[in-house]
């Protein structure tokens, strides 16, 4: 499937204050499948780019380019079946005096927290130096090698321009190979920065567009459903905020906008659409999530804990009881 965009409109009726993070969720994707998920190279993706064990078949392949067959970086199935699909949030921003022009205020977010520091820096390496990691000598680093066969972009490519580091060290890769253990998941994407300040940037308003069902599930999240769709021209309906355009005004209104969250109003979501679902029947989602301190809104957990503990208190009771009455016996 050719890859095209995808823009969907969202509506916040309340502020989502506090720690905001964004999910990409799948189902009906089994990661929990046993061959699948043996299906990688560890010491490979510590550095280690010749080991291609328990990778079979997906551990070597033939390279035009070098014309000869060379190990798959990374290796397995898991890799190759990276989610790709990517995502930017812009919030519908009231300009001018009247508040009736718009403009589209990209939402910043960042990668930090979305992995640990142990994650990032022992489980994935690349096999040159932090130091060293340049664009260009990690293109040479991977040479002799090839990437896996459903990736549509070299490996040294992978977060190239995104901020989110590069070849195996690149967030969305870590994060993809953690499989799931259910068939219905989601993976974090990014968190929202509320310490960042507005950056100049801009975005094409030529793509594909798609309808669909936005609700709110029973954890109180945003859900956005997107499969299937159709690409077609669109119109993101709105200039975007960029150096360009941007006035003292419209500066003052949108240099604190997201310190505490997510403020209510109109969202616009805008997708590369990659990663095509149709062939295992499965669905995508895009998640928006607030967190307290005690976790996300995610009732089910805390009501079967209280469920099983009054069950267990109960049972404490009832054989305190029999323990009692029997020792009342005895005496």
Known sequence: MSPFKCSFTINLTQAYTGEVKFYYGMNRFYQNNRQYLSSRSDLQLAGDIDNIQDCYPLDKAFSPLLNNTVPIVPCGQIANSMFNDSFRLFYHAPSGSDGRDIWLVPVPWTGKGVLTQQEIHKKFKNPISSDNQTYQALCDAFINTTQPPDWSRRLCDLGYGDNVGLGLENLDFMVWMKPAALPKFRKLYRILDTQSNFSCESVSTTAGYSTTISSNDDDGDKILMYENADASDYDLGAPVLSCQNLTNTTFDIISDLFNTGLP??????????????????GTKTFVIARETWVGPQNFFLPILYLVVGTFLILVSGFFLVIWLWQRYKKD
Do not use: D
């Open 264 to 281: 209510a109003g109109q969202y616009t979501l805008l997708i590369n659409y990659n990663y095509p679902v149709t062939g295992f029947n």
